[in-house]
């Protein structure tokens, strides 16, 4: 499985992106997907997770609200749209991919990452 995430840009505070995650390779595990994020200096962290259906997705409560994670199986594709951005979005934005939705927000359960794609806010 390889993943490729795209995206990331310089975007004022209360402006939009959306990342995009390309999945190229087998299928793994249930098919979910994940989005982490690094800060500067900080460990990678639990954004937002969706299943392979997309009938379920969970968020972490610093974006909830603000964050919709979706996916378009036929492109191999997962999405990330973010919405009301703050100075504090500011990271390294990675995609990966989970053996189980059950571990969705379990950075260690993740076996394939993207590189990861720069998204800065300013004010």
């Known amino acids: 499985v390889q993943l490729q995430a795209s995206g990331g840009g310089l975007v004022q505070a209360g402006g939009s992106l959306r990342l995009s995650c390309a999945a190229s390779?087998?299928?793994?595990?249930?098919?979910?997907m994940g989005w982490f994020r690094q800060g500067p200096g900080m460990e990678r962290v639990f954004v937002a997770g969706i299943s392979w259906s997309g009938s379920n997705t969970l968020y972490s409560d610093s974006v909830k609200g603000r964050f919709t994670v979706s996916r378009e199986n036929a492109k191999n594709t997962v999405y990330l749209l973010m919405n009301s951005l703050k100075l504090e979005d500011t990271a390294v934005y990675y995609c990966?991919?989970?053996?189980?939705?059950?571990?969705?927000?379990?950075?260690?359960?993740?076996?394939?990452w993207g590189q990861g794609t720069q998204v800065t806010v300013s004010s």
């Open positions: 390779g087998r299928t793994f595990g249930d098919g979910t």
């Open positions: 990966g991919a989970v053996s189980v939705y059950r571990y969705v927000r379990i950075r260690d359960k993740y076996k394939f």
